[in-house]
């Protein structure tokens, strides 16, 4: 389509919605931009195995010695290293480029770059550089022995005024690099390691920025979506938009939020990535006193904390300077810049570092007040009445203008409930594109020659956007078959990985016919907060069954009845998931047994089988089974012996052949 006729195509689509028209135009210019993020995996910064081959103990880069890996990313992988291989000899962190990507390659040499300027206490020094036999380059650093900032302030058991001061060598190096116009964009835990002696390290500049000045023409100037840790992201760098001195100022945030509280602002167990990133852009974290539970945090370190993580760049401190100022003014007991200006608050502080003094000129000052008190408390008793006469008149306009407030009030909050209702409705029409591509992302994926990690990770993807849709009620009917599809493939895949069954102790599993079901214990589908076992099938048409069994001897239960309970819930069963009791062996001519069927998609519900167990019997059976496609959970097993009165479940003789009425 023309640029002309897709731009009155959009402005008519759009009707007036400034900000849609402005994320559109956004989209349609990074579908345009090479290496789009569609372009690969999602979550994958490359595709496909490294180019680099894994070095081993004893191998040699340059005059480093290889002793082992300690770490890798998506960019590079990292090894300690010796240079002579002498017993004490100095160690070395070499990393190495794992791609042969040109992006990845000019990332590799700009963080080289970046690295030969930078020289700070508080950041690892770059030793060497250079290329192996196979012109594949590596960076040589300084090797530091220490932990994440988080573990060691959590191991050191150190108070929020501790942790402030060890945070306040990190943004001294993040102060020395905004100096020389670097911006990290990566500031996270595990990239600030603290050595044995309190010294906090500053690493990995693999996504590191020249501001303008010092970068060149292909520098990029955002933040691809593949190169971010979502948690520690600013607003921006999700976004897309312009990266500056005041993005890292956010991360520190972030991370001084953690610090304080134990929690990230943004991240609950088991979230996934695309809720992150909304909470991240849309919502507001709670306090680091309140996360934390700790006393200490509220007031000034609370709002120091926030204002770093506002959304609106321009809104948080000015600079990484400015930050650390009011951290080292909390220390000292100075007003902090997060606090406001209010005139009680400054008089507070003062009135804390000047204990005594205060204390004798609040004597004195008192002493003067009690003669003057004494002197105007007639006057004060007719100024009383006057104000008394005076309030009773304005007690009229303050009922009118607090009935016009209420009237505004109510005016505002329902423009706010349809902006908010228009947004949601915007929110769903997104998703709701998002899952459409993803549907036709993974249809044209079926073809052999995708790799079969990519189509798993791709159904996984389609999954997760078509639950979020059910998740909301909004789910078309086209789409539950691929739902059901998606998710049988995606169980296909972990049950191709797992090394075996995960069944409960002492109990044994079997199928039919291999890899057509799956039985484990599952820790999500929980019964009074306890795991239950897990029968699901994995193909779309299986094959016969599965069942879960425990044997055990019938000797102590010969000749007796007894009964069998367990709770049972099943999702989409459509042939049917059994309970079953069977006794067998010994003398017996055939199994005596009994069994209850569930089909459909049921809640738990508790059953029950009573059955006389023969006085030949050998042995006893309980057995959990699925036929056919869908899912079954069992849980809270219950077997003892009962009374002969106890009715059985399947009576064993006719019963009422003269249809006697009850």
Known sequence: MPAAARATWLSQACQGDLELRILLDQMLAADHQEHSLLDHPLGLAASGEPDTPELKEGDCVGPYRIVRQIGSGGMGVVYLADKGGERDAELFAVKILLWSSHDFYQRFLQEQAILSRLRHPNIARLVDSGQTEDRIPYLVMEYVDGQPIHNYCEQANLSAGGCVKLFRQLCAAVIYLHQNLVVHRDLKPGNILVTADGTAKLLDFGIAKLLPGHQDAS???????????????????????????LTDVYALGGLLYELLSGGKPFSEPKAEVHEILRR?????????????????????????????????????????????????SHLDGLPVLAQGNSVFYHVGKFVKRNRASVAAAAIVILSLCAGVIATTMQAGIARRERVRAEAQAQAAESARTFAEQQRSRAEIQMAEAQRERTNAERRLAQLQ???????????????????????????????????????????????????????????????ADAAAWQVPRDWSANQTKPGQYRASLD?????????????????????????????????????????????????????????????????????????????????WQKHEIVMDI??????????????GTGSAWAANLGFESVSAQTPLTSPRRPQNLSFTAK
């Open 280 to 328: 991240v852009c849309e919502d507001e974290p709670a306090k680091p006193s309140a996360a934390a539970g700790r006393a200490e945090l509220r007031g000034e370190l609370d709002n120091i904390v926030l204002k770093a993580m506002q959304k609106e760049p321009s809104m948080r401190y000015a600079s990484v300077e400015q930050f650390d100022a009011d951290l080292r």
């Open 433 to 495: 594109k998002v899952a459409q591509g993803a549907v036709d992302v993974y249809r044209s994926a079926g073809q052999d020659s995708v790799p079969k990690n990519t189509k798993a990770l791709i159904a996984e993807n389609v999954r997760d956007a078509l639950l979020a849709l059910r998740g909301e009620a909004t789910l078309e009917p086209r789409f539950s078959p691929v739902l059901d599809s998606v998710s049988a493939e995606v169980r296909g895949y972990q049950a």
């Open 219 to 245: 520098s990029a100037a955002k933040t691809r979506a593949g190169l971010m840790t979502p948690d520690y992201a600013s607003p921006e760098q999700i976004r897309g938009g312009p990266i500056s001195t």
């Open 614 to 627: 023969p006085d030949t019997a050998g042995l006893i059976r309980i057995v959990v089974s699925l036929l």
């Open 523 to 603: 820790r999500q589908v929980l019964y009074q907060r306890k795991p239950s076992l897990s029968l699901s099938s994995l193909v779309a048409e299986p094959v016969g069954s599965v069942y879960v069994m425990q044997e055990f001897d019938a000797a102590r239960f010969r000749g007796a009845r007894v009964r069998l309970t367990g709770f049972l819930r099943t999702a989409r069963v459509a042939t049917q998931a059994n309970l079953g009791l069977v006794a067998t062996g010994g003398e017996m001519d055939a199994p005596h047994s009994s069994s209850i069927a569930v089909s459909g998609t049921k809640p």
